[in-house]
């Protein structure tokens, strides 16, 4: 499995608020492949930060691999209200995108792009 992940801190304007900084943490987790191996593993770092109150981006930037398992993955996350506020991903790598656009899931897999 190619993933790593990591706990970041952000400082967040949240809601615009004048002279009032939240910080928020999430975990940022890099994918090289998104395939039906990593999906076991990544649902449990998933589980996990959602657990400890800790949001999760996903890096799909560079994925260069992803099946339709991994896809399955991207848009349950994206169906199901108690995840989708809290679970995101970058703009997805190529790959990615031909991948969603070819099994019609490209609007579930745009939804839950984080633009940064």
Known sequence: MHMHSELIMQEDLGHEMENSIATCKHTQVALDTLTIADCAGLVEVIRQSL?????????LS????????????LVTIQNDPAVNLRVHWTKPSEVVAMKAERLGVQSWINAGFLEN
């Not at 657990?51 to 890096?59: E, F, K, P, Y």
């Not at 560079?62 to 993955?73: L, Y």
């Open 62 to 73: 560079n994925c260069q691999e992803v099946d339709t398992a991994g896809m399955q993955m």
């Open 51 to 59: 657990n400890q109150g800790i949001s999760v981006v996903l890096d």
